[in-house]
């Protein structure tokens, strides 16, 4: 059978051309040693975005998207378009946004959705037409822990992967994942049906996969897209020692709540040159009311130990989170003048379908217009433009949300710029 599988545009992103889709590769890797003729399009990449290349659409059997949110109001323009030139094809969605709210792509004309891991799902689909045999919402079913290590490498032949551009410490690289899922449950996160299933590879297998990017491509660093490298401290350290003879550099994310010495450095032996991690917020109040199971000492000592290792560590925090109010913003604020990471990123909380705060809003002090925030999903006015919040707090205006994080950011920035100055 003959699948094309779609990748939409990402316009809300800086440069939406600095990874290759990963999950697409996986998919595409399986559905071709299962004899399928898989074609992939990133409609990110100039050279797919024309209709000149729609030739191999037309002629393929299935038609599958994978979409986050952001992407959903790019990929249902798209559908439209292929509807229309190509009324008898199977359109499939898949991915983070299709998981989460599968009703909402069944809505806009997707003829089938799989919520969960795609690949097995997938090839079941395409075999003997059974697509024209499955309900509108598929489930997956999550395979052993072990169905990771047999799935086959990301099929990165399937795209230009020079087309992508990412360095780190000068260094061209690329992206991997070593685990999927994340056992922890944060207000603000979607988590579709098993995502908390964890499912980790085996050291071997990922030192395998490395060694062939690197003899193929020719990338020395790596990009870790695991949710949380250090979820299992005992895997984690047998990880690196596996890695460190590889001597690559690599970036990744971690949680400060199972991040200590001895597994800062086991990360630094074995290459990792910068950590991101969620601190969130400065409250701790905030922390334990989005359950995210770390402290603000956690994330203060975390940060600490990257110091010492020079590991540089990136601080992800959100304003706008359940209970937030003048307070909590200012021990935000507090947190990273003193503690001064290397990098960070300040974002505006959006709920989104398959989160608590979406799911279960009537439990947090939150407030929001998910009709006004679907609409938003539908036309991508979200993602365009300045910074806007679409929630409020008892405490906050959503217009005084924005005010506060743009303070925080134009200080910090400040402070980095008199930083590189002095230093220079």
């Not at 989460?100 to 004309?109: I, N, T």
């Given at each position: 059978m003959k699948v094309a599988l779609l990748?939409?545009?990402s316009p809300f992103l800086f440069d939406p051309m600095t990874f290759p889709p990963l999950g697409v590769l996986y998919l595409s890797a399986y559905?071709?040693?299962?004899?399928h003729d898989v074609t992939v399009y990133d409609y990110n990449d100039p050279k797919d975005r024309f209709l000149k290349n729609w030739k191999r659409v037309e002629d393929s059997d299935v038609i599958g998207f994978t979409l986050t949110t952001p992407q959903f109001s790019e990929a249902v323009m798209l559908l439209g378009r292929l509807k229309r030139a190509f009324p008898d094809k199977y359109f499939v969605a898949g991915g983070p946004h299709a998981?989460?709210?599968?009703?909402?792509?069944?809505?806009?004309?997707?003829?089938?959705?799989?919520?969960?891991?795609?690949?097995h799902e997938l090839a079941i689909l395409t075999a003997a037409n059974l697509i024209r045999t499955k309900p509108k919402i598929i489930s997956a079913e999550f395979p052993s822990p072990g169905f990771i290590d047999i799935l086959p490498f990301p099929d990165r032949s399937a795209v230009d992967l020079k087309h992508y551009k990412y360095k780190i410490d000068g260094s061209a690289a690329t992206s991997i994942i070593t685990q999927r899922g994340c056992s922890y449950s944060c207000a603000f996160c979607c988590h579709w049906p098993g995502y908390q299933h964890m499912r980790f590879r085996r050291p071997d297998s990922v030192v395998q996969e490395i060694d062939e990017v690197k003899n193929i491509y020719g990338y020395e660093a790596f990009m870790v897209w695991?949710?949380?490298?250090?979820?299992?401290?005992?895997?984690?350290?047998?990880?690196?020692r596996a890695l460190k003879p590889l001597e690559i550099k690599f970036r990744c994310f971690i949680r400060s709540n199972l991040f200590d010495a001895e597994l800062g450095k086991a990360m630094q032996d074995a290459g990792c040159v910068e950590v991101g991690c969620g601190v969130e917020s400065g409250s701790q109040k905030v922390l334990t009311t989005i359950g995210k199971q770390t402290t603000v000492g956690n994330n203060t000592q975390a940060r600490s130990i990257c110091r010492m290792l020079g590991i540089r560590f990136k601080a992800f925090t959100i304003i706008g989170l359940p209970g937030e109010d003048e307070q909590s913003v200012q021990e935000t604020r507090e947190w990273i003048r003193k503690n001064?990471?290397?990098e960070f990123d300040v974002t505006i909380n959006t709920p989104y379908p398959g989160s608590r705060e979406w799911d279960h809003s009537e439990q947090f002090d939150l407030i929001f217009d998910k009709e006004a925030m679907r609409r938003s999903f539908y036309d991508g006015s979200y993602y365009k433009g300045p910074p806007k919040s679409p929630v409020a707090t008892k405490a906050l205006s959503a217009e005084r949300i924005v005010q506060l994080r743009n303070e925080i950011e134009d200080e910090f920035n400040r402070t980095r710029k008199s930083r590189e100055l002095w230093t220079k």
């Open positions: 990748v939409p545009p559905l071709k040693i299962r004899g998981s989460c709210d599968p009703q909402s792509c069944v809505d806009v004309g997707f003829d089938r959705v799989i919520v969960g891991p795609g690949e695991d949710d949380e490298f250090n979820l299992n401290r005992e895997r984690t350290l047998k990880l690196c001064e990471p290397d």
